[in-house]
């Protein structure tokens, strides 16, 4: 008997984890950070759903965090299997896992700080550099299309999935001791679109009895774009940036969305074909990452220019130290500054912001995702204000979106990569995704001719009895650990833009005595 628990990813996007109990023991594919508002966040301080000290091996899709960011935690809980990644993940993951260990730790010591002076009691970071030092001696790569068997019993296998540098959907087979028969499973892990700069688009073979399917897209379909087109984009808007005589700072996920950017800028700085100007990248895990992009770019595909010069434009200014990043805070115009967080959260970008933000001819260019809640996603939303650091900003900078940069497959990809993987025996289950993409995904994957009966959207920690070529059979839905409305916004989003408001309105009103009015309404509101 088979029995896969979806733990995290289940109505969401981030946390991504799938358990498995098998008659071979048990084992657990990808091990991800919620990421989000506080009441997501606070999912990564709770326990696992399962044991991890039985757990006894794990199979790691890629490297991004929301899918591999709490394997120190699982070590940390006891966790000492080996950690089954291809090659380029095992590299990223050096500087990932260490790198989210450090904000762990920085996390925690901030509010540690808060909570000494308010004489609360301290918490303890997630996780620590140990752990994660822990968990990096404990990952093996294995190279795509290779079978290896974890354990007698289990046989696993990667296949590319044009998502990321090394990133992967894995084929596993269970032999059932019941039925006597070999059980298939295909997790796709994060797909990639058909048209990622870098990699081919996502494969894995055909016939399965249960497709585990991402469907972070399911309800969005975007307008078909070529690599080509793509650059002549972010060349119009790095034209429209620089002539308006400011800089243009550009918030950037530091694993391969920064190296896909610099590959297409210096491409068009050797065409000359944007105005003068220095790119800067400042942020440290972005440098570290584009060595490892350099270490494979003999395996990367769309590289226009001589692998020499990938990622090495006599204009780029690769930011290492603080001092330099403050240096860089000074420039007042002609420079392109690509920074992370992507979605402006944490890290060097927010230092930027504050330098160019309240600027009219400075350009903020959007390139990624921006999840609720984060400070990019209030600023794409059209915030007049902002708080950064606890300083309010006004924005007068251009705020400007390119929305074809994505890693992901959007809903035409993910159909067309579904039908291709069939025919399904059992069923498919549709994970990664909100409630809203995957039940428009769901009536999609219909009107293709997939029985709709066979269309699982498990929820939170919901699960599963699996048998080859069978429908499966849900174990019940266990008590939410968190209440999904939450997801989207929380009472702290709401928090943050009242803050702001607040603000906006008693700087719009003049009057001493209609401010103190104002607020002894709220202050009447408050007591009722
Ligand atoms: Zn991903």
Redesign the pocket.
Known sequence: MTKLTFCGAAGTVTGSCSHIESDHGNFVIDCGLFQGNKTTQSLNYGEFPFDASQAEFLILT?A?I??SGLLPKLVKAGFKGTIYATPPTADLLEFMLRDSAYIQESNAERLNKKRRRKGQEEVEPIYTMPDAETALGLIEGVDYETWFTPKPGVKVRFWNAG??LG?ASAEVRIDDKASGKELSLLFSG?LGPEEKAFHPEPDAPAGHDYIICESTYGDRDRDDYTLEKRREAIKQELTRGLNRGGNVIIPAFAVERSQELLHDIGVLLNNNEIPDCDVYLDSPLARKATGVFIKYADQMQDIAMDEEQLFRHERFHIVQSVEESKAVNQIQKGAVIISASGMCNAGRIKHHLKANIYRKESTILFVGYQSPGTLGHIITGGAKQVRIHGTQFKVAAEIRRLGNYS?HADQGELLDWVVERGPIRGALFLNHGDDDARKVMREMLGNKGIDTSKIFTPSFDESFELTPGSQPISQGKPEPRIETTELETDWHNDYAVFMLDLSSKLDEVKDPKQRRALIARLATALKE
């Open positions: 890629h991004h929301d899918h998502h990321l990133s994060d890693a």
